[in-house]
């Protein structure tokens, strides 16, 4: 079993990712997940899909066709592309209505297992120490700063745990991104000087 340390970094670390990529991002790539499963919502998305294939295809063959020279040809194709949209709307709106429920409970799991588990582990692991300070290493003052509000004297509380968590997270991230930023230049930079230096020698 994780220990109280790493459960509230992870939590921080689930937080910090879903604020930088986006709930919405999240919820969508799951939706897509939940769809490639054996569910009746999975058959009914590709019925879906099947059905707009179709009613693209039935659209081209009706303007294909002329109204007044092929009247009757053009009737049928009409008929049999109303049909097809006709039920593509209907599987489209429960497809639709089942997305907003789905959204819904995503965002309610989303919710207790990032935000609601950190309040909840706070609320909880108020007096419980999340590690204890090494004896006489720091005066009074500092003691209680990192006890606070409620943790035994002497020990580092949730509550700055967390915080701790979360700006370590956040400079972590900032860093990486900027070498990243660094590493990706530097690369572009050579890409674009390579065919200089190869004319250069050609010319040579």
């Known amino acids: 079993m994780l220990s109280l340390v790493l459960t509230v970094f992870f939590v921080h670390l689930a937080i910090y990712l879903v604020n930088t990529v986006g709930a919405s991002t999240i919820d969508n790539l799951v939706w897509l997940l939940y769809l490639r499963l054996p569910t009746p919502t999975a058959r009914t998305a590709r019925k879906q899909q099947k059905l707009k294939r179709q009613v693209l295809e039935q659209k081209r063959e009706m303007n294909s066709t002329s ?29 639709t209505s089942h997305k907003s429920s789905f959204d819904w409970a995503v965002k309610i799991a989303r919710w207790l297992s990032t935000n ?3 309040i909840f582990l ?21 003691q209680w700063i990192v006890s606070f509000p409620r943790a035994p004297l002497g020990s580092v509380s949730i509550q700055v745990w967390s915080n701790v968590c979360a700006t370590a997270i956040a400079v972590a991230a900032e860093v990486i991104g900027a070498m990243l930023v660094q590493v990706m230049g530097q690369k572009e930079q050579k890409k674009q000087a390579t065919p200089v230096g190869a004319g250069m020698g050609k010319a040579q």
């Not at 609320?123 to 006489?136: A, G, I």
């Open 67 to 95: 109204s007044q020279d092929e009247f009757a040809k053009w009737a049928k194709a009409r008929r049999r592309h109303d049909k097809t949209l006709e039920e593509y709307e209907a599987l489209n709106k429960a497809l």
């Open 116 to 118: 609601g588990l950190k």
């Open 122 to 142: 706070q609320f909880w692991y108020s007096k419980t120490p999340v590690f204890p300070l090494p004896e006489d290493w720091f005066p009074y003052y500092v």
